[in-house]
């Protein structure tokens, strides 16, 4: 009998006369591409741990006014307490950023659960802190509770940071090559259709109303379900985290080729890869955090990973998301007009996030992303100019509108989803984990620091709050300029050897012949 290692042993032994000298490959001559085991991956990971996180960031908004009104009733009624407006205000940012300390936590917690339990255990506990949360929220209500609400706000935080940390993490793994930025989007594709979700949910016609709001909190319960029962049963666990983490080697390329679905003799490429992936491995120490930090090769990355991570909150996109009736009621909107331009954000956020699907897959992450970020910071500029003019014309309301949606519109080809997932090409197999989950904790301090600071910030700077969002896009673009390496088409192992020289590495400054080789890629 021959044993199950000793096979997979010799099957990675018959690759490394493929293996390429260069240690970078065309992406074009990897084989695999869409196949019903990855699709039905990236349709649960979408639906059922990225949507429900979106929908818990979009869900507040439209229904804010009976949210408050609620708080305001059970804090009267059960400790006979009068509520000042400006107490109502830090209780209501209180309601809308635990989530998002929920979130940092969830983040911290995923990257160790991820390597200890698997990316599937992973996906499913934060399925099931979603479930818990969205029981929580079901008897808000009945046991006039404003403690279970703050309570599920945290616990449903949990199930989003595990989204954010391990769907981009699994997705990137499981993936072949040239599909890597296309499956990168769908952990942003996912929020934003939650995010636009509930929004609808909020609406008055829907379940925005006195009696059913805590059901609407709640409403996202069944995709949980859903992904809980499919992960456990279906889905495949990560090849790589197999192969690499767990070292069982003849399991990791029985999943491989289910996945792939392609006979494992035709997987030579991607079985050398991983094998120079363990054998880049410099200990069996586990990866944790102070590990990472210390590492002098693994600086810069770190750096950029939650640089970019935290960079993106601080553009001010979820402000849209919180506050964006706020927004367009100051803006000269009414009650009506300012909903269905926030239902517009959600429709134009969803667009560009299928769109960004081919865009990632055809156009280098770089160009793309400052792109993204100097047509963003433009976008503020207007939008702030519009909002300071509102009562010198009748048109600049109506400015302030296009302004948002084009925000949204650039945020959403290249700042939403990129961020998600360059941890994932910046970071070979074993750190990787690690960078994802801190650089998912820098993304919620970013969205906790906005969701508390803005409504403040804006009642006493008013519009010109939107100057800083600009300036800190335009640092983090200088930033990307000269740090960030291009990853489409590269290897992990390839790209983290470019920026293992911390700061002095300069990744772009290559040769011209060089160049145009990556970028054909």
């Known amino acids: 009998m021959i044993d199950e290692d000793s ?62 009104a609620f708080c305001n009733a059970s804090i009267k009624e059960r400790y006979d307490v009068d509520v000042s407006q400006n107490n109502l205000k830090i209780i209501w940012s209180t309601v809308v950023s635990i989530f998002l300390i929920g ?89 934003t259709c ?47 985290y197999l192969f690499i983490i767990k070292e069982q080697k003849q399991k990791a390329l029985d999943e491989l080729s289910r996945i792939r679905n392609m006979d494992i003799m035709l997987l030579q490429v991607e079985i050398s890869n991983l094998q120079q992936e363990i054998e880049s491995k410099t200990s069996a120490e586990p990866w944790t955090m102070r590990r990472m930090i210390k590492d002098p090769n693994l600086k810069l990355p770190v750096f950029l990973v939650c640089l970019i991570q935290f960079g993106q909150q601080m553009s001010g996109i979820n402000v849209v998301f919180y506050y964006s009736n706020a927004i367009f009621l100051n803006a000269g909107l009414g009650i009506a007009g300012a909903q269905y331009a926030t239902l517009g954000t959600g429709v134009a ?16 992450r770089r160009v793309v992303l400052l792109s993204s970020i100097y047509l963003c910071f433009v976008c503020l500029i207007v939008l702030c100019i519009s909002m300071l003019l509102n009562h010198v014309s009748s048109c600049m309301p109506v400015i302030c509108v296009v302004a948002v949606m084009a925000y949204v519109i650039f ?28 650089g998912s904790i820098f993304n919620w301090g970013g969205n906790f620091m906005v969701g508390m600071m803005f409504p403040t910030l ?11 969002f600009a300036g800190a896009l335009l640092l983090l673009a200088q930033f990307v300029r000269i740090f960030l390496p291009e990853t489409r088409g590269r290897n992990t192992t390839d790209v983290a050897a470019s920026i293992n020289q911390g700061f002095s590495s300069r990744p772009n400054s290559i040769p011209h012949s060089m160049a145009n080789s990556i970028f054909a890629g």
């Open 7 to 68: 096979h997979a042993a010799v099957l990675v032994d018959d690759e490394r006369p493929h293996q390429s000298t260069s240690g970078n490959r065309d992406e074009r001559s990897t084989p695999g591409g869409w196949t019903f085991p990855l699709i039905l991956a990236g349709v649960t990971c979408c639906l059922g741990s990225a949507v429900p996180a979106g929908f818990n960031i979009g869900v507040l908004n439209n229904a804010a006014h009976l949210i408050e």
């Open 103 to 191: 979130g940092a936590v969830g983040s911290f917690l995923g990257s160790w659960v991820a390597d200890r339990y698997g990316r599937k255990g992973a996906l499913c506990i934060g399925n099931i802190f979603g479930i818990a949360g969205a029981g929580m929220f079901f008897l808000i209500r009945k046991l006039n509770s404003i403690e279970l609400l703050l309570a599920g706000r945290l616990i449903v935080g949990f199930s989003g940071g595990f989204a954010t940390c391990v769907v981009p993490m699994y997705m990137a793994e499981i993936a072949p090559l040239r599909l890597r930025g296309a499956v990168g989007v769908l952990c942003q594709l996912g929020i």
């Open 194 to 240: 939650g995010v636009f979700l509930g929004q609808i949910a909020g609406l008055h016609s829907v379940l925005g109303t006195e009696n059913s709001w805590h059901y609407m909190l709640g409403a996202f319960v069944p995709l949980c379900v859903y992904a809980l029962v499919l992960t456990s049963i279906v889905l495949p666990e990560s090849p790589k």
């Open 349 to 364: 956020n969803i667009a560009m996030a299928l769109i960004s699907v081919p865009v990632m897959s055809s156009l280098n």
């Open 411 to 438: 945020y959403g080809i290249g700042l939403g989803p990129i961020p998600y997932f360059i941890g994932s090409e910046l970071f070979d197999v074993g750190p990787g984990p690690v960078a994802m989950a801190l």
């Open 458 to 468: 804006e009642s006493i700077i008013g519009p010109y709050t939107f100057l800083i």
